[in-house]
């Protein structure tokens, strides 16, 4: 009796829907007080507030209440939020309520989290989901389709597609170009298509997903189904695990066909420039070898993160006589069937060729200059994604929306923190493979602080291979390893290491990685928009390839840059379907003529 | 307090719960014993189970204990069914009891539906869902895409499909041929790639969906999205709700390619005959110019149940100098601008085609040669469809799956009795809009029964028209109609009418329907396996174009017919998606080896 009494105060005690309920209606109080001071009370000492453009119209995440108080006083005038409510019931455990929330502003609707721990609020987070009168037009609101009733203007949909794909960048302008067509540039124009913004995507290749055919033969996507949907259309339940290159390449293309995409095929952009005075960019794309110009207000590089090839220059490379080419390049191990090859790098590309050359019984080498971090692929989908991403978790409810915004709600400054125990985890699970590896030469990292691979993915996009087989090719000694040293120089017909080692080679693979997507600004517009803008990606975590100063979101990805006009999309399938919701209503913001004024524009530290 | 106590005992004593479990106890445990008779007594004086190939091989509806004993005297021992339990809590109303079952046998997995009325089944409906060890792989089963770990053996995806699309129909043989690669052939098709069924579709046109794309351009679904999924891949939540005919065009187009069917375009299917030494057919196809010979096990005839057109023989056809053609070949109306038409026919395409002619400045006559039904396709949508499709639904938790399930579950014999009040509202609703028509001379009809549009399409497949608009053209005078008369020949400008009225004409529209389907077997096949099959479509109710016998199911459609190997499959896109499981199911057992003994094969009553 006494134990169900205890009980009993204890739930009440710590209610968890009271507590939400009790923190929203201070937080409601405060703001609609025009109050940020009281409002930062409510917040932690050690919290965050990070906010996807509803109050901030841009990406941002404050911390503590010193930070939540300077934005509130900048931006709580003009976005008026109110009608905070739980859309489910709030849930407890180990000191954490946690509890999922929408809410108004002045011009949209949104979902937000919430994590309070001892009554202050530990995380927030706000996402802007809808601009009020311009909804995405679906489900109830989807259209009908057929007009019923007769009228001698009837046009039908064939027709008036036709019409709007032969005047669109003709006779009208678009609103948004995207040059580049792959996942990110297809999945934001989707989104604008929906949010009804008149947008061209340009791509060089003759069909949507040729980037990913393009590729070598055995590549398969590293991430896993559920993590990977576009917006709209779910992949079928009948989708494979991880998707063959060409198989997500046909479901690009019929993405683009079914959602009706301005799609510019076979079209490169060969120059951009921002005309000041007329507020708009002019955009020089070659299609089909003929040479448009096109006057967008707003132009999005989508050329992706992994987009602008690293080729190294070392010396001699000029001399070989065989075959050498950038990873992004590489063809596939066909032609090479009892020759020798010689890779140099050791991240994903550089694992996946040296297994792909070594099935098909070619003499295959990998070069190892710098520490990689390995992580099994099952143990990445059980410890790393499975609660989130998963069968298990679409059973237990966690939607793909769910899963992306608690991923979301988790602030980056904290977030290896929740990392590096998933990766002890995965360390003990595979001490033994790793072992082998070890044994093998091989140079193993967990990143810097141990927070392994979403962190090096989110700091630098580089640095790790997700283990499909090819560790156990290295371990073995199949794939041949030699690590810890650099390239001197190339001659006719081999590779001479900086220890004076010689390898014979009839390919060269460089495997070398990306650079910054200013890169592409700089090709593409002018080297002082670049340096305008600066470098594209990281976190600032003062981490290898990622210097500080903690800049506390991606920089330069979906959100305004220091050049009016220009804007940065892409990153990983899940990456390109999330954040595409928050460009594109940015940007239909601006179509509409929606005052977004930007709370907190990042500065740049970092040229590229 | 009386109150309390008496609602108490009435829901103990009408609990639902406790009345499906003792029914199921009971009907699990005559089946388990062997005893036919029992379990027979389970069931009402007037009853109904519907069994789709879980018991029968066969879709089968039996009637009153006797049909149930019959039934289960001829199955029990094979089927060897088990394991009856709810899948949800039952629910109770207006005297009726209802439960959602899932349930085992000696092969399957099965779903249902029982209700129970004064504690005996009234109707139960039992469909095979899977074969055990041959599910399909979706969601936890999967394919994984990438095969983990490196082998000198790994082919990729793309070489895979390559291979199996240049050796099918040449090198190895085709389990399965259909005929006819529009919606039906189409769905069958995924659910046999997914069963793993070597199969090839046959379609005369260029590309999939062109048998849409080809029809009169104002064509759009008159079917609720809803209604129309395809298996596996739902439309997207902002699909239109009734899809125009070219965007249909391109879904099923990028359905076929994503789902990788081996569909051969631009093939046209010559000749069939069954070797029954051989147990297979040969089918005689022209793929682009050339012939091909494949032996199938199964061929199935997915031409449309509206596939063969109706061309009428009127007198002095030949000598008409305008341009006359069936309605599945007409253009649309851009070339006869200015110009008058007749449109001989008063059903969909006929009142569609008229709409359209006006739109574009056509002068216009409809010749209505007998009644028609028409209705309001918003009445439809809200009275006819809401319940099981539409977006309510969908939100109230009927899914697509339930919805298909709960229409399952009506036997046909007294699906009218469900359906005549939903007319009889939708003729008050609209009550003014009739009046209107009839007014205009237009002579309408509600079905012989007052049952509507959906037991005219099940019995007959014609006779109505979902009203978009044409009907109040027709009521105002825009579209000039002609009433109760018959053709009594066609002069060289004009079309004579039985009443010697003269109608000038430019243009003549047969939109006089189509024939049955076994009209293609007579065409392909022979004149003697036509007749050996009989008359495909309609369910035998005694009005008119459905002659009785009773027959309990759609003639011929799904099931095995009197010709061995040979099937039908088609329908609307509701029918094509949800009876494809079964038919897929049937066809997949027989490629497995699992003995199909079919119970009660139909009759052949009349020749077509």
Redesign the interface.
């Known amino acids: 009796m006494t134990d169900t009494i205890d009980h009993a105060v204890e739930e009440i005690g710590t209610d968890p829907a009271a507590a939400v309920a009790g923190w929203l209606a201070s937080f409601e109080d405060a703001l609609a007080a025009g109050d940020p001071e009281a409002a930062a009370e409510l917040f932690g000492a050690s919290s965050f507030w990070r906010d996807l453009v509803a109050f901030t119209w841009n990406l941002k995440t404050v911390e503590g209440p010193e930070g939540v108080k300077d934005m509130l006083a900048s931006t709580l005038d003009h976005v008026k939020p109110s009608d905070f409510r739980t859309s489910e019931e709030p849930t407890e455990a180990d000191g954490v309520t946690e509890a999922w929330i929408t809410f108004e502003t002045e011009v949209g609707r949104g979902l937000g989290h919430l994590r309070l721990k001892e009554g202050k609020a530990w995380t927030l987070l706000t996402t802007l989901s809808e601009l009020k009168g311009h909804e995405?037009?679906?489900?109830?609101r989807?259209?009908?389709?057929?007009e019923?009733?007769?009228?001698?203007e009837?046009r039908?949909?064939?027709?008036k597609?036709r019409q709007e794909a032969e005047q669109l960048g003709h006779e009208t302008q678009p609103y948004v170009v995207i040059v580049g067509g792959g996942q990110g540039g297809i999945a934001l124009g989707a989104r604008l298509r929906?949010l009804d913004v008149p947008t061209i995507i340009v791509e060089r290749h003759p069909r949507p997903g040729d980037s990913w055919r393009n590729r070598y033969?055995?590549l398969?996507?590293h991430d896993p189904?559920w993590y990977d949907h576009l917006p709209?259309?779910p992949f079928?339940?009948?989708?494979?695990?991880?998707?063959?290159k060409?198989?997500i390449g046909?479901?690009l293309?019929?993405y683009t066909?079914?959602m009706e995409l301005n799609y510019w095929s076979s079209t490169e952009c060969t120059s951009a420039r921002y005309d000041e005075e007329a507020g708009e960019w002019v955009v020089v794309v070659r299609r089909e070898g003929v040479d448009h110009t096109l006057r967008p207000k707003q132009l999005v590089l989508a050329t992706g993160m992994s987009g602008k090839p690293n080729v190294p220059s070392f010396k001699g490379m000029e001399d070989f006589k065989g075959d050498q080419h950038h990873s992004s390049l590489h063809p596939g191990p066909d032609d090479y069937r009892g020759k020798k090859a010689v890779v140099i790098g050791s991240n994903n590309s550089a694992h996946d060729i040296c297994?792909?050359l070594?099935?098909?019984?070619v003499d295959v080498t990998m070069v190892q200059r710098t520490s990689t971090h390995i992580v099994r692929?099952?143990s990445l989908m059980e410890i790393g994604l499975g609660a989130l991403y998963s069968?298990e978790a679409?059973e237990s409810g966690v939607t793909t929306q769910k899963a992306d915004l608690i991923f979301a709600s988790l602030p980056y400054r904290i977030m290896h923190e929740f990392q590096i125990p998933l990766y002890d985890q995965m360390r003990e699970r595979d001490a033994e493979f790793y072992e082998r590896l070890e044994r093998a030469g091989f140079m193993l990292d967990f990143g810097e602080d141990g927070s392994g691979l979403f962190m090096k993915y989110l700091r630098r996009g580089s640095g790790y291979y997700i283990d499909?087989?090819?560790s156990?090719?290295v371990a073995d000694g199949?794939i041949k390893l030699i690590s810890g040293v650099g390239i001197d120089r190339i001659a006719e017909h081999s590779v001479i290491l900086s220890d004076g080692t010689e390898l014979e080679a009839d390919l060269i693979v460089y495997a070398t990685g990306y650079g910054s997507m200013n890169g592409w600004a700089a090709d593409l517009i002018s080297d002082e928009v670049a340096r305008k803008v600066g470098k594209v990606w990281g976190l600032g975590s003062d981490t290898r390839k990622d210097p500080g100063p903690w800049e506390g979101e991606q920089r330069n990805m979906w959100k305004p840059t220091q050049q009016e006009g220009l804007w940065f999309h892409g990153g990983n399938l899940h990456q390109s379907r999330h954040y595409s919701q928050f460009l594109a209503l940015q940007l239909k913001a601006r179509y509409e003529g929606i005052p977004t004024p930007v709370y907190g524009l990042q500065e740049v530290h970092h040229l590229g």
Chains 1, 2 share one sequence.
């Not at 079928?236 to 063959?244: L, M, Q, R, Y």
């Open positions: 995405v037009p679906k489900r109830a989807r259209p009908m389709g057929a019923h009733g007769a009228s001698k009837r039908t949909w064939l027709e597609r929906q033969k055995s398969c996507l189904v709209y259309i079928p339940e009948n989708w494979p695990v991880f998707s063959p060409d198989k046909d479901w293309e019929m066909r079914v297994a792909a070594w099935e098909n019984d692929s099952d069968e679409v499909v087989g090819a156990e090719l199949s």
